[in-house]
C-alpha cells in the first residue's frame, strides 16, 4: 500500500508550520515501512486576516487532495473538519519531519 503525506515545515526539516500558514507542503510517500521525499507543493496560505477562510482553506487541501494525511504544526478546528471530509487524516506535531514520519510508520504498521 502506498500512503501520502503532506508535512508543512518552512525549513525541510521540521514540522513548524499551522495549516493555515503553510506556503509549501512537503510530499512524501510512505511505502513499505519506509517513506520517501517526491516534491514540494506551493500554495497560498489559507489563513489570512480578513475574507473566506473556508474558500481559501479548499483550494489548499484540492492542490494536497491525493495524499491521505498532513502533518502540521496545527490545525484549527475548521481544516480538520475540512480535511477529514476529504478523507485526509491531520496530524498535529512539533517532531522533526523524520521523527513524525516514522511514528507515522508505527500507526500504519498496527
Known sequence: MVFKVAVASDDGENVNVHFGKAEEFLVYEIKDGEYEFIEKRK????CVDDG???????????????????I???????????????????FAT?????????????????
Not at 496545527?74 to 485526509?88: H, K, M, S, T
Request: glycine content about 4%; proline content about 5%; hydrophobic content about 45%.
Open 52 to 70: 473566506d477562510h473556508s474558500s481559501l482553506r479548499q483550494i489548499v487541501i484540492n492542490s494536497i487532495k491525493d495524499v491521505q494525511a498532513v
Open 43 to 46: 500554495v497560498d496560505p489559507s
Open 72 to 90: 502540521v504544526s496545527n490545525v484549527g478546528p475548521g481544516a480538520i473538519d475540512d480535511l477529514i471530509a476529504e478523507d485526509i487524516r491531520p
Open 94 to 110: 512539533s517532531f522533526a519531519i523524520d521523527n513524525a514520519l516514522e511514528e507515522l510508520v508505527k500507526v500504519l504498521k498496527e
